[in-house]
Every structure is written in structure tokens, then in C-alpha cells.
């Protein structure tokens, strides 16, 4: 099989795209691609379209052409494209605390989402204790009374890492979040001991 080539840089839609995310796949491109240095910020301004475009176009193509020619057009797009970080520290922290566990989702889906959200938080300098952290998690699950109790019972300690353990173990790729049966309860108290047995023995991540 042909090597995959990485010549062509990650493309920029203004309508679609998150800026910031782009901006990082850009600099990840930056590291492997084999293309001249001198080049790349040509071929990064050639695959852009509509205003993004025409604002990379209106520094030189001499200028492009140089060895910090990516820094420069990055720079210029930031002019336009990147928030404040006010405004970043704000839709983050709004995205964070609007995250809730839809009924389709798996609990192993939506801790990588949680988890995500709150890095993305977290970069901008918002980071919250470990202890609030855990009940974030547990409250935006989208769990029964009972079913938190028993994620509660599974961890000797309010952490993180013990509760997202904890509901990996107890409810793994279950969904939806909400329901009844008897079975299902009396089967969950038992894996609900067992981590807390897991726990105490401390084999929990």
C-alpha cells in the first residue's frame, strides 16, 4: 500500500470548521508533512475558500514564501478568526456546564465527550476541584436516583478518577441512561460491590 501523502493541508470551511481545532491540525500537519518549509504556508492560503482566502491572499506571496510564512498567515487569520480569550473562556465554560448525557449515548461515549469539554475548559485556565469534577460527572450523566447511589457506593473516595471508573465499570455501553427492570438493578449492585471492593484493593484507575 502507498505511503499516505501529507502535501495537502488540512482544509478551513468558516462555516463548519472550529478555528482553534483547525489551527491545531495545522500545526499537527506542520510536523509530518514533507512539504519545503518555504511552501507550506503557499499550499495552507492555495486551500482556503471565500474570506478566509481573501484575507491570506492579501499578504505577499514573497512574504508567504519565507520560513515563518505559516506564523504570518496564521497570525493574519487570527486577526479575524480567534475570539478573545474572554469570549473563548465563555463558550467553553458554557458548552461545559450545558453538558448532559442524551439517551443514545453510552456512558463510555459521554465520559470521552465530558472529558473534552472540560480540557477544552481547563486550557483556558478554568479548572475545577477534583471532588466537583466527579459530581459534574455523576449530576450531567443522566442517571436515576438509584443508579447514582450506586456509582456513589461503588468508590471509597469522591474523586475523578474513582467515579469515572466507577460508572465505566457499573454501566459500561449501556444506554439508554433510565430504566426500571429488577434484574438490571440487582445485576448493577453487584458490579456496584464489586468496584467498591476494586477500590478499596486500590485496582481502580
Wanted: hydrophobic share 35%.
Amino acid at each position: 500500500m502507498a505511503a499516505h501523502s501529507y502535501k495537502v493541508p488540512p482544509p478551513f470551511d468558516e462555516n463548519k470548521s472550529d478555528y482553534e481545532s483547525w489551527k491545531n491540525e495545522i500545526k499537527i500537519w506542520k510536523l509530518v508533512t514533507e512539504l519545503d518549509q518555504r511552501k507550506q504556508a503557499l499550499a495552507v492560503t492555495l486551500s482556503l475558500t471565500g474570506k478566509a482566502r481573501t484575507i491570506a491572499l492579501e499578504i505577499s506571496a514573497e512574504d508567504l514564501n519565507k520560513d515563518n510564512g505559516l506564523t504570518t498567515l496564521l497570525q493574519k487569520l487570527d486577526t479575524v478568526y480567534l475570539k478573545e480569550e474572554k469570549d473563548r473562556q465563555y463558550d467553553a465554560y458554557t458548552e461545559f456546564d450545558n453538558i448532559r448525557r442524551d439517551s443514545n449515548v453510552t456512558m463510555m461515549d459521554y465520559i470521552v465527550e465530558f472529558e473534552r469539554v472540560y480540557n477544552k475548559m481547563s486550557k483556558l485556565k478554568m479548572k475545577l476541584p477534583d471532588a466537583v469534577l466527579a459530581f459534574k460527572l455523576l449530576d450531567t450523566a443522566g442517571l436515576t436516583v438509584k443508579d447514582k447511589q450506586l456509582a456513589l457506593t461503588a468508590c471509597s473516595d469522591v474523586t475523578f478518577s474513582s467515579m469515572k471508573s466507577a460508572l465505566k465499570r457499573i454501566f459500561g455501553d449501556n444506554s439508554p441512561p433510565v430504566r426500571t427492570s429488577q434484574d438490571l438493578l440487582e445485576k448493577r449492585t453487584s458490579q456496584a460491590l464489586k468496584v467498591k471492593l476494586l477500590c478499596h484493593l486500590g485496582q481502580t484507575h
